[in-house]
């Protein structure tokens, strides 16, 4: 089974913070994404990878940058954190023509 | 028009009722379409998928496409409290440079017992 990790299930952060959400998978993907889950807007494209070192800006790409400089690793940032980006931080791999989430990070910005 | 589309529920059943929940989508060159459960807290979880050419029955869950009408269905048969959950619909739309996967805002079913 594909397995994806996030470095953190719950966290807090204060207004101004830089923020690092951190995504790890075992199954030699190439592709990768993060998405934020908020209600009523269900889940959203932040920024995707195809491949070590590419990016892509999804659908709400801005106040957020990613890297990705290892193929398993995808790692979005928080440049400077704001309240409206309180929500659910869902990390995928690219499973088939599915997407295999991870356990997603709550991330409350204060 | 959002491209696609789930009524939020909540969607209420008896144990042992058959859930049906449906999506619309809009773009007609969609060729493949997902079906997530997602357990309050929880991250989605993929329970079934199909593609354009038919539908798709894996145990209690089948899967319908209506191409014509530009819908998919999911229906439980013998509900179960512990399918209590939200149902996300996606599919894979062909209308971008690469593979987009644009998910429905989910559905909310909660099993009675």
């Known amino acids: 089974d594909v397995k994806v990790t996030q470095s953190s299930r719950y966290l807090v952060k204060r207004t101004g913070e830089k923020v690092f959400l951190e995504c790890v998978q075992d199954?030699?993907?190439?592709?990768m994404f993060w998405y934020r889950q908020d209600p009523g807007l269900g889940l959203r494209l932040i920024y995707f990878?195809?491949?070590?070192?590419?990016?892509e800006k999804g659908d709400i790409p801005e106040g957020y940058s990613v890297s990705r400089e290892k193929k398993e690793r995808f790692s979005l940032i928080l440049e400077s954190a704001s309240t409206n980006q309180t929500s659910m931080y869902l990390c995928?791999?690219?499973?088939?023509?599915?997407?295999?989430f991870g356990p997603g990070t709550r991330l409350t910005v204060l | 028009q959002k491209e696609v589309e789930q009524n939020s529920g909540p969607l209420s059943v008896p144990e042992g009722a058959i859930a049906s929940l449906n999506c619309t989508y809009s773009?007609?060159?969609?060729?493949?379409f997902f079906w997530y459960r997602q357990y309050s807290g929880k991250s989605p979880e993929l329970i079934m998928f199909?593609?354009?050419?038919g539908d798709k029955e894996d145990g209690r869950f089948t899967a319908q496409l209506n191409k014509a009408s530009q819908y998919v269905s999911l229906l439980i048969r013998d509900s179960q409290p512990s399918d209590s959950a939200t149902y996300l619909c996606?599919?894979?739309?062909?209308?971008?440079?690469?593979?987009?996967?644009?998910f429905g805002p989910g559905t909310s079913l909660s099993v009675i017992p």
């Open positions: 990878s195809y491949d070590v070192k590419m990016k």
């Open positions: 995928a791999s690219r499973a088939g023509g599915h997407r295999q």
């Open positions: 773009d007609r060159g969609s060729q493949s």
């Open positions: 996606a599919v894979n739309a062909l209308k971008t440079s690469y593979d987009k996967v644009i």
């Open positions: 199954m030699d993907h190439e592709n």
């Open positions: 199909i593609y354009s050419n």
